[in-house]
């Protein structure tokens, strides 16, 4: 990877988490199966789309897309002194939720124009069956600004990961699906946003009813 792309620490915490942990407990804990990972394009900005069902989505996908991707993160997580730089050589950005928060539009930006990929959960939030039904525009404004390319992600299992009432993860299959890109919106009008998330949901939720 091109080095000028992501701050070397960063590069080198994401290889250092991505082969030594969660790599290992995808492909055997969780039995994971990827399907469509040629579809994901190494070098350009990219927009990724995804559902939500469980906190760990975002290290799933980021690993089966194989490059290293910038989340947006809850504001609250970043008054945690060690957990902040963590997630911050990670690749995370905080954003404060119910508000348009301009500085964590700029931060995806900064990461889309240094070759990053950056991924926003369709939903907003954790959905509890991972299917999506009020998608949100908020990822699609991103691209429009970016002109970034969109890649719609399945994640499929990872809501019966966590039990309620337990912090120990279970061993349950988890499959990731990766579909075909879709252009960036050519401008930042509603419509053509609120269509194009919509058809994102779509797609997505296509992958997710096809199952294991």
Same mark, same amino acid.
């Given at each position: ?13 994401? $290889?250092?988490?991505?082969?030594? +942990?969660?790599?290992?407990?995808? $492909? ?23 559902? $939500?069902?469980? #906190? ?33 050589? #990670? ?19 900064? #990461? ?5 990929? +950056? ?35 399945? +994640? ?51 992958? $997710?009813?096809?199952?294991?």
């Amino acid at each position: 990877m091109d080095k000028k792309r992501e701050p070397f620490i960063s590069l080198g915490l994401y $290889h250092a988490l991505k082969w030594s +942990v969660i790599s290992p407990m995808f $492909h055997t804990y969780f039995r994971g199966k990827i399907y469509g990972a040629e579809n994901v394009p190494q070098s350009r900005s990219l927009v990724i789309v995804s559902n $939500h069902a469980s #906190y760990f989505d975002p290290p799933i996908v980021s690993i089966c897309v194989r490059r290293p991707v910038a989340y947006m993160a809850k504001e609250e997580l970043f008054n945690i002194p060690i957990l902040a730089q963590g997630i911050r050589l #990670y690749g995370a950005y905080p954003v404060s939720r119910g508000n348009a928060d301009r500085s964590a539009i700029r931060s995806a930006l900064e #990461y889309l124009n240094n070759g990053w990929a +950056v991924g926003i959960f369709l939903p907003g939030t954790r959905t509890p069956d991972g299917r999506i039904t009020d998608p949100k525009r908020g990822a699609l404004l991103l691209a429009a600004k970016a002109k970034a390319q969109i890649l719609p992600v399945s +994640v499929w299992g990872t809501e019966e990961i966590l039990q309620k009432g337990s912090s120990l993860p279970r061993s349950v299959p988890v499959t990731v699906r990766i579909g075909n890109l879709i252009d960036a919106p050519s401008s930042t009008n509603k419509g053509e946003l609120e269509a194009l998330t919509q058809k994102c949901a779509r797609v997505i939720n296509e992958m $997710h009813d096809l199952g294991r």
